[in-house]
């Protein structure tokens, strides 16, 4: 075609990149729509009756469910679960075992976020000492995260950098339940803001539609450079 001589470089860069920005806008829309879906099955479990800690082993998709526990918190194992920031103050989250005096469960309970400013002073927490019926929801996490060491510190309370359920249970030697319970608010919470996700699914739209900007202002720019080699060569 003589009037459009884009030239054999810009034509590799477009080649390159033009389907990239294209499939980076369509996995942006895809995100969003996963993220519409898991807020409302996170509606839907809220609408839902309460179950037992007895029952969350028999469901086939777990996540959000909320449960109703009576029991006691055991004081004497705590875990930190550090690096966790609100506000962008530091701190971490405070998980505890509690055992379901109705059904005899153990659960890992998460009660919230506490501030840490100086590590060089223990975060101070307290633990209530008589029976306690709570409201929580159970947390499934999108995925394994990728974690340099995994081992745990020593002593209690024990700093822990990320939650694995199952090595929690067998350094307690304890049958519980395989999931952590996130608090809902109230007296035994401490700052108990749970996040569903930290992006919305609108923002998920507002980058595809910037990738696809990025696309079509590209072709348009490759349209135009075409175009205008071809005219300079023909003078």
């Known amino acids: 075609m003589n009037g459009f001589k884009p030239g054999v470089i810009p034509t ?15 996995w942006q829309l895809e995100r969003g729509e996963q993220k519409r879906d898991m807020l409302a099955r996170q509606e839907a479990r809220e609408a839902a009756a309460p179950i037992g800690p007895e029952q969350i082993d028999t469901l086939q998709e777990p996540a959000y469910a909320r449960v109703n ?3 006691r918190f055991d004081a004497e194992h705590s875990f930190l679960l550090d690096s966790r920031t609100r506000d962008g103050r530091v ?6 075992p509690f055992q379901d005096q109705p059904s005899g469960r153990w659960v890992l309970v998460n009660r919230g976020w506490l501030p840490w400013p100086d590590r060089r002073i223990p975060p101070k927490f307290d633990t209530p000492d008589r029976p306690l019926k709570l409201s929580a929801w159970v947390y499934v996490p999108s995925g394994d995260p990728f974690i340099l060491n995994r081992r745990m510190a020593e002593g209690w309370p024990r700093l822990i950098n990320h939650v694995d359920v199952k090595d929690i249970w067998t350094l307690l030697g304890r049958d519980g339940v395989g999931y952590q319970l996130r608090l809902a608010p109230g007296p035994a919470a401490y700052r108990a803001d749970w996040p569903v996700t930290f992006m919305q699914p ?7 539609v910037q990738w696809f900007a990025l696309a079509a202002a590209l072709l348009a720019l490759f349209i135009y450079f075409g175009v205008h080699q071809a005219r300079g060569s023909k003078q």
């Open 69 to 71: 526990l009576q029991g």
């Open 12 to 26: 590799l860069v477009v080649l390159c990149l033009l389907p990239l920005l294209v499939w980076l806008g369509f």
């Open 202 to 208: 609108q923002q998920h739209v507002g980058y595809a």
């Open 91 to 96: 701190g971490v989250e405070l998980l505890q």
